[in-house]
C-alpha cells in the first residue's frame, strides 16, 4: 500500500515562497504520475500542478502557471511543489496524489484517475 506524507506547509506573507514534499513509501516512486491539488474553504478539490513518472513532462493550472514548479527526485521517492509569488487566494489544503501508470510520459490532471492520496497539508498566505 503507497502511503504519500506532505511536508512544508504552513503561513506565509503575499509576494513569499513555500516548497512543498510529499514522500512515498510502500511503493517505487518512479512507478507513479504524481499531482498536487488543493482545496480552499468551501470550494472543491482543484488541480495544481502535475508530473509525469519520468518528470520530463508537467501541466500546470492557470492558476498557478508561471509561479508554481512541480518536480520530482525518484531516488528520494519525493516530489516537490515550489510556490512563489504566493497570493491570499492561494490559501488552501494542498493534496499530493499518486497514480500507478505503465507509462512514463503520461501527466494526470483529472482527480478521479489517481488512486492514492495523501493527507494534506495547510497553506495559508497572508495578506
Known amino acids: 500500500q503507497v502511503q504519500l506524507v506532505e511536508s512544508g506547509g504552513g503561513l506565509v506573507q503575499a509576494g513569499g515562497s513555500l516548497r512543498l514534499s510529499c514522500a512515498t513509501s510502500?511503493?517505487?516512486?518512479?512507478?507513479?504520475?504524481m499531482g498536487w491539488f488543493r482545496q480552499a474553504p468551501g470550494k472543491e478539490r482543484e488541480f495544481a500542478a502535475a508530473i509525469s513518472r519520468s518528470g520530463g513532462n508537467t501541466l500546470y493550472a492557470d492558476s498557478v502557471k508561471g509561479r508554481f514548479t512541480i518536480s520530482r527526485d525518484n531516488a528520494k521517492n519525493t516530489v516537490y511543489l515550489e510556490s512563489n509569488s504566493l497570493k491570499p487566494e492561494d490559501t488552501a489544503v494542498y493534496y499530493c496524489?499518486?497514480?500507478?501508470?505503465?507509462?512514463?510520459?503520461?501527466?494526470?490532471?483529472?482527480?478521479?484517475?489517481?488512486?492514492?492520496w495523501g493527507q494534506g497539508i495547510q497553506v495559508t498566505v497572508a495578506s
Open positions: 510502500g511503493g517505487t516512486g518512479s512507478r507513479y504520475a
Open positions: 496524489a499518486a497514480d500507478q501508470t505503465p507509462w512514463p510520459a503520461v501527466v494526470i490532471t483529472t482527480l478521479s484517475v489517481y488512486d492514492y
